[in-house]
Structure formats: structure tokens, C-alpha cells
T-cell receptor
């Protein structure tokens, strides 16, 4: 158990809908990262937050957004869902991650499996 | 462009034999290198990382990895495989100038009794 928690474990919804995925980082970690794992794209970085501020952006669609709250938990919002958004969404956290020279390790949660029908 | 290659989709090993899971990368500079393992219906578990120093890195569950700068490789090894090592293994690279992990496509390891 990495100490990173994600809810819900599974989510089934329809195209066009909006969902929110939640992540609680390990105690003391300031950075949260979101990744998407799909069969065709593999594991792709979406976005990183550090102590409440967006720090880095990857291949995140405009229909997707995220935020990190004062208690450091994070939410990933996916809207106007399409069939291709079906994937496993991972959250990871690290102690710092606020500097490009940081060498800290990212620890992953169990993921949320999103199925769009 | 940055890339991480895991050339084998699957590696089959008999229990007790040594195992190697290969990883090569094409990333400018001196990146940080990681190995993660994913068991079915589980998240990714951190195994080990290379930051600097000794080219042989020891990690969790008896795994180790050998960094080779000239070949830009970071192969995962274990002297004696266990059936319970069967899982999906991911190599990841983080450029020193960035934050995100770039993952390989993964290698499925099957250890047979």
C-alpha cells in the first residue's frame, strides 16, 4: 500500500457526461500527479500540482481539468466524455516535486477505472 | 523527441532462473531512471531508481538495475525469479529539466514453476 488513495475504484458513465475523480496524497506529500493508462496510449502524464498550484501540464485535453485543494487532496474533472476516455486514471504523489532538480519518487495510488458507454 | 523503449512485450522465465527486463531510453541530458511494477488490478509499485553514482542500483523484493550510459540502457535484473514476480513491469524516465515520468509500454513477466 503506497499511502495514496483514490476514489472511486470504478466509474461507469455515458458519453457526454461529467465525472470527478478524487485523490488523497501520502501524508506529507506536497505534489500530486495525474496519469492516464489506456491500451492504445499506454501511461501518459496529464498534469501536476504542487502545494495547490499547477506546476506542469502534459497531454491533458481541454475537456479535462484538475485542482489541488488546501488540504492537498486533488480532483480530476473529466467532461463531455467520449468513448475514448475510457481508461485507468492514476494519481501519484511525491514529497516535493516543486523543483526541476527534485529527485523524489512518485508513489502511485490504485487507480480509478473509468468506463464510458 | 524523448522516448523509452521496452523491446520485449513478454519475458518468460522459469522459477529460480535469473531474469532481465530490458529498457533503453532516448532522453537528452542525464535523466532520472525508474522501474515500477503493476500487479493485476493494482496500482504501480515503485521498485528502484537511478539518480547518480553507482551504476548498479538495488531495490525492493531483490530486484536490481544496471545503468549503462553509453548504451542508454537501464535493464532490470533479479538473480533468482519467483512465481510471485509475474507482473507487468514499466521503465520510466524523468528528464532533469522536467517533472513528469515518461513510461515505456511495459513488459509482461511470466515466471513459471
Amino acid at each position: 500500500d503506497s499511502g495514496v488513495t483514490q476514489t472511486p475504484k470504478h466509474l461507469i458513465t455515458a458519453t457526454g457526461q461529467r465525472v470527478t475523480l478524487r485523490c488523497s496524497p501520502r501524508s506529507g506529500d506536497l505534489s500530486v500527479y495525474w496519469y492516464q493508462q489506456s491500451l492504445d496510449q499506454g501511461l501518459q502524464f496529464l498534469i501536476q500540482y504542487y502545494n495547490g498550484e499547477e506546476r506542469a501540464k502534459g497531454n491533458i485535453l481541454e475537456r479535462f481539468s484538475a485542482q489541488q485543494f488546501p488540504d492537498l487532496h486533488s480532483e480530476l474533472n473529466l467532461s463531455s466524455l467520449e468513448l475514448g476516455d475510457s481508461a485507468l486514471y492514476f494519481c501519484a504523489s511525491s514529497v516535493v516535486g516543486g523543483s526541476r532538480t527534485s529527485t523524489d519518487t512518485q508513489y502511485f495510488g490504485p487507480g480509478t477505472r473509468l468506463t464510458v458507454l | 523527441a524523448q522516448s523509452v523503449a521496452q523491446p520485449e512485450d513478454q519475458v518468460n522465465v522459469a522459477e529460480g532462473n535469473p531474469l532481465t527486463v530490458k529498457c533503453t531510453y532516448s532522453v537528452s541530458g542525464n535523466p532520472y531512471l525508474f522501474w515500477y511494477v503493476q500487479y493485476p488490478n493494482r496500482g504501480l509499485q515503485f521498485l528502484l531508481k537511478y539518480i547518480t553514482g553507482d551504476n548498479l542500483v538495488k531495490g525492493s523484493y531483490g530486484f536490481e538495475a544496471e545503468f549503462n550510459k553509453s548504451q542508454t540502457s537501464f535493464h532490470l535484473k533479479k538473480p533468482s525469479a519467483l512465481v510471485s514476480d509475474s507482473a507487468l513491469y514499466f521503465c520510466a524516465v524523468r528528464p532533469r529539466s522536467g517533472y513528469a515520468l515518461n513510461f515505456g509500454k511495459g513488459t509482461s513477466l511470466l515466471v513459471t514453476p
